[in-house]
């Protein structure tokens, strides 16, 4: 049984994730930094687990991706989709960050 508390953790911690993320961006940019993107497909989705997997275009291993890392509409993800990445470090190694559906 869920908590009402539990609930409200895990909701705080997505919007800590969510500002880092934005913090991050802005840093860079006014550090004149440009994190260039990558391409590559969605290889699978699970769109009720919020989590898969994508293909780079550069032959690179596949990249893990949570829901949480895709900028726009993230219930429009399908298999099979072209995308723009930035390759970040996860919790669990290599992970798909700021990406955009095509």
Known sequence: MISIF???DK???ENNKDSQKE???IINKQRGIHVS????T???FNKQKGFGFITPDNGGKELFVH???IEGDAESVNEGQKVSFVEGQGRKGPEATEVTLH
């Open 67 to 69: 829901i949480s890392n």
């Open 11 to 13: 909701k705080q911690a």
């Open 6 to 8: 539990q609930d409200v």
């Open 23 to 25: 913090s991050l961006k």
């Open 42 to 44: 969605i290889k699978f």
């Open 37 to 40: 993107k990558s391409k590559g």
